[in-house]
């Protein structure tokens, strides 16, 4: 797989979209893994701090509604 950016060989996929990076194109943003309630009731998130981006994608930071899914 070569990379999105360059054409050339890929080191890795980026995380939110799929697409193939190199190491010269690669960028890094927090990842949420898992969301979970702990004993006391409060939310947690595991996070992975450096997973790889793309850069071109534009993860958003809202859900977005699905309609029509039954």
């Given amino acids: 797989m070569n990379c999105w950016h360059c054409d050339r060989p890929a080191h890795g996929a ?6 193939a990076i ?5 960028k890094l943003m927090p990842s ?8 006391q009731g409060q939310y947690k998130a595991l996070v992975v701090a450096d ?3 793309c850069g071109v994608c ?13």
Avoid: S
């Fill in 22 to 26: 190199c190491r010269e194109h690669v």
């Fill in 32 to 39: 949420v893994i898992d969301i979970y309630q702990n004993h």
């Fill in 14 to 19: 980026c995380q939110f979209c799929g697409r």
């Fill in 58 to 70: 534009h993860p958003q930071e809202d859900p977005v509604e699905l309609k029509d899914l039954d």
């Fill in 51 to 53: 997973a790889l981006y």
